[in-house]
Structures are given as structure tokens and as C-alpha cells.
T-cell receptor, first 115, second 111 residues
Framework: GAGVSQSPSNKVTEKGKDVELRCDPI?????LYWYRQSLGQGLEFLIY????????KSGLPSDRFSAERTGGSVSTLTIQRTQQEDSAVYLC?????????????FGEGSWLTVV | EDQVTQSPEALRLQEGESSSLNCSYT??????LFWYRQDPGKGPEFLFT???AGEEKEKERLKATLTKKESFLHITAPKPEDSATYLC????????????FGRGTSLIVHP
């Protein structure tokens, strides 16, 4: 596609429910990233995929968070038993790795509100 | 550990009043430094990538420069539509492609 596509754009869920957030990267981009941005805060790294494998999961805040990527394309971030502190914008980005600095391009984000 | 510090946190300008935003970074070896613009409720929009000290890039009223310790985003004669949060990120040499972001500078340009 022309850009990184994320869905849903907005999600309101009840505390304790599970949510799935989807990211469709730019065609041909092998690297995919998930970040979280809380209100007024900076971007917090969650997980990075190179193809279908996730060499770095260090940013996932707890074992309630998981992510997968299939076919080297679409990725799903799953949050189980959501808590109010999970409320944030979840941003997905993708890039084509280069030898010297790969620019990452972001989607518009999925706004999650846990009530 | 890679670190990125942006200053000021917030900046208010009058239309036409030029200024600069700062991004100071600490990284073992720089693969690339990125500037993004983020509007409220939107994802970050890519502006520039800088690779080596001395490099400069321009786009309309924006010019980004890079030294071995910091980068500046110069805004010349800003307009109200330049109001946004500007984010800086660095990518270190080595195996990881994961950029580290600063907390951003919130810019408001008054007409």
C-alpha cells in the first residue's frame, strides 16, 4: 500500500478484555516496529520484527502483551486482560533496511482507551 | 545506552519569528538521525534523515543540521501551519535497527 495502515483507528474496551491491533506495513518493507505513546509522553519502543521473526521483544511491558507477524507483512499486537494504564496510542512503523540508516515510516496509530 | 534529549520542551513563536530546535544525542556510533513532525491525533510524519556530521537538509521553511553531538532544526519565518510537535530520533551502528526517540518539542506559531 501507499502507507502504513493501522486498524482500528479507535478502540474503547472494558478493563479485563483482550484487544487486537493490526498493522499493514508499506509493501516491500521487511522491518516492522510497534511503539506506544501515552498522552503527552514520548514514543516507547515495544517490539521489532525483521521478516516474521522478532529479534527484539525487550520493550513489551508485561506478558499480557504479545505480537506476531505472518507472511512478512501484516502484524498483530495483542493485549490480554487490558488495564487502564494500557490506554495510549499504539503506533506501527515499517522500513526497508539500508546499510546506513533506515528511515521508518509511521501509520496514524490505534487509539486505545480502557474504561 | 543511546540517549536523545530535545530542547526546549515547548516553544511559542510569532509568525515570521525564526528559531531553532535542539536535539542532543549520545550514541556509540551514529547510523542515522531522523526528524519527524507530529500533529495532534496523527502519527509522526518523516521530515529528514542525516547521516554524518556537517550534513544539512532543507525542506520549505525547515533546515536540519548535524554535528557529532547534536542536531538543530532551524525554522525560518514560521507560519501557523508549522505548529506541531517535532521529534528527533537516532539509530545506532550495530545489529539493531531500532531508533531511540526524544520526547519532542511542541511548537506553537501564533498569527
Amino acid at each position: 500500500g501507499a502507507g502504513v495502515s493501522q486498524s482500528p483507528s479507535n478502540k474503547v474496551t472494558e478493563k479485563g478484555k483482550d484487544v487486537e491491533l493490526r498493522c499493514d506495513p508499506i509493501s516491500g518493507h521487511t522491518a516492522l516496529y510497534w511503539y506506544r505513546q501515552s498522552l503527552g509522553q514520548g514514543l516507547e519502543f515495544l517490539i521489532y520484527f525483521q521478516g516474521n521473526s522478532a529479534p527484539d521483544k525487550s520493550g513489551l511491558p508485561s506478558d499480557r502483551f504479545s505480537a506476531e507477524r505472518t507472511g512478512g507483512s501484516v502484524s498483530t499486537l495483542t493485549i490480554q486482560r487490558t488495564q487502564q494504564e494500557d490506554s495510549a496510542v499504539y503506533l506501527c512503523a515499517s522500513s526497508r533496511p539500508q546499510a546506513s540508516g533506515n528511515t521508518i515510516y509511521f501509520g496514524e496509530g490505534s487509539w486505545l482507551t480502557v474504561v | 545506552e543511546d540517549q536523545v534529549t530535545q530542547s526546549p520542551e515547548a516553544l511559542r513563536l510569532q509568525e515570521g519569528e525564526s528559531s531553532s530546535l535542539n536535539c542532543s544525542y549520545t550514541v556509540s556510533g551514529l547510523r542515522g538521525l531522523f526528524w519527524y513532525r507530529q500533529d495532534p491525533g496523527k502519527g509522526p510524519e518523516f521530515l529528514f534523515t542525516l547521516y554524518s556530521a556537517g550534513e544539512e537538509k532543507e525542506k520549505e521553511r525547515l533546515k536540519a543540521t548535524l554535528t557529532k553531538k547534536e542536531s538543530f532544526l532551524h525554522i525560518t519565518a514560521p507560519k501557523p501551519e508549522d505548529s506541531a510537535t517535532y521529534l528527533c530520533a537516532v539509530q545506532a551502528e550495530g545489529g539493531s535497527y531500532i531508533p531511540t526517540f526524544g520526547r519532542g518539542t511542541s511548537l506553537i506559531v501564533h498569527p
